[in-house]
């Protein structure tokens, strides 16, 4: 069963995901950690993410994966590395690169399959798994948004500004939706539910109920 969990930033998507892949049994793929991985080489590399050419030499041998909730960049473990504000901006540019989001879309359905499976991400529902068996859009509104992420974040980094993340939050979201390739928006079929007056247990719950009842005789 291939469930797919769509929204803009902030919006809980991946929090949700992971709380209820391990409560059923399924199995969790961060597929905006992918996007953050190649922008983390590209900052480590010290690449201009302008340079497209450059971009695309380093995407072909790119050696990233995925194991027990941890992400890797050349066999490294850098899970906490790629959460940073700077990757997540690189992530939102290079996911703009047609090529970039070829190669992560043929890794994310290989990934998947014959899997039980919850993916997360931008176009999960509309480019990824257009026939996913079932399709969930998280949003909130962008405040709300950003005060989650400044939350987040200023346990790491107490210089964290809120009016900076609503600002990054609100030019991602933008960027996002109105970028050519693969856009973020609402697949027809999506179930739409806005977080931002729930709870992430009460976003949990609501999911897991429709996955349990639209997953009956499938898993």
């Not at 346990?155 to 050519?180: A, C, G």
């Amino acid at each position: 069963m291939i469930v797919a969990i769509d929204g803009p930033a902030g919006s809980g998507k991946s929090t949700v995901s992971k709380m209820i892949a391990d409560d059923i049994g399924f199995i969790y793929l961060d597929t905006g950690a992918m996007y953050r991985l190649f922008a983390y080489k590209l900052i480590k590399e010290n690449v201009d993410m302008d340079n497209n050419e450059e971009e695309l030499r380093i995407l072909e041998d790119l050696n990233i994966d995925m194991k027990n909730g941890k992400f890797y960049l050349d066999n490294e473990d850098v899970s906490d590395k790629i959460r940073s504000r700077e990757v997540s901006s690189g992530a939102s540019k290079v996911a703009r690169i047609k090529e970039v989001r070829e190669k992560m879309v043929d890794i994310q359905r290989e990934f998947s399959k014959s899997k039980n499976v919850i993916l997360d991400g931008r176009d999960i529902g509309t480019v990824v798994f257009p026939n996913a068996d079932l399709k969930i859009y998280l949003n909130a509104a962008s405040e709300v948004r950003a005060k989650r992420r400044f939350e987040e974040l200023k346990e790491k980094d107490k210089n964290v500004n809120y009016n900076e993340i609503l600002k990054e939050i609100e030019e991602r979201d933008y960027h996002d939706s109105s970028r050519k390739e693969s856009p973020l928006r609402i697949a027809d079929d999506a179930i739409v539910i806005d977080t931002t007056d729930f709870t992430i247990d009460e976003v949990k719950k609501k999911i897991k109920n429709l996955i349990i009842t639209k997953g009956e005789g499938k898993w």
